[in-house]
């Protein structure tokens, strides 16, 4: 395996050995993860488990953004979960959106201090809904995240499995979770045009070379894109009509970049929003 380097403070991976697999680099980071350390300040792994794929990122004091490793939901099984346990941190983070892999990620880390985010976990904003047990792990977290960064009010847009809009209302130290709107994710509707018609065939999400297809795989990148953009517009249009002020807009997930581009009311696109939230629920429950 291969050693880290560490250049100007920070902890670097040279290149790794292409037969160690996927958890080459998340075994160097563990082994690394003392090159950020300071103070007592714990270190922690990060978990989103969502429906389709899981993303771990060990978080250390002094570390700038996140080395991220992906794994499809499915394979999380004990022989998986295992690996992990071999990784250097203090405590564990668990975002779950699927029962069934967050009893097995609970099991699995039960050796040292996990907290596994729910409504019930210590928080920086309030919640302002009426059965706050129905609300996803990591849409508190997308919530917390953006207040973090740019205070309330705030919606997040995630670009997942699902595309949900969290809202954050209030201001300052009086913000809360207000709710949202949950709709398919753009991966969603394309797969299911696919599958449910003999001749649209599979196609890779990108920007259409033009709102007129010249082909059939133009046309519903087309449909796709705009007809996604539309819909999220028009959501972000009734969100902020119920607010009494103009709030900003990040957006997160897979196909954010993609989207937003086309889209000027999002302020910003924060590709680890999700687990930057995750750290810091993790940090105030856990410490």
Sequence with gaps: MVEPEIKQGACQLSSHHPNYGLFTAFFVFGRAVDCFASGKAMRLLLIDNSNTRTKFALSAPGQQGYDIQRAPTRELEPTFIEKLQ???????????????KAALLREGLAARPLHEISHQSALSIGIDYPRPEQIGADRLANAVAVHARIGAPAIVVDFGTAVTFDVVGGSGTQASYLGGVIAPGLASMTDYLHQSTALLPEIDLAEPESAIGKSTTEAMRAGAVYGYRGMIREVLQAIQRELDAAP????????????????????????????????????????
Excluded at 251 to 262: E, F, P, Q, S
């Design 86 to 100: 071999a990784l250097e941190f203090d405590a564990s983070v668990i975002s779950s959106v699927v029962p069934e």
């Design 248 to 287: 900003t807009v990040l957006a997160t997930g897979g196909d954010a970049a993609l989207i937003a581009a086309g889209l000027p009311e999002v302020h910003e696109v924060i590709a680890d929003l999700t687990l930057e939230g995750i750290r810091l629920i993790g940090e105030r429950n856990l410490t």
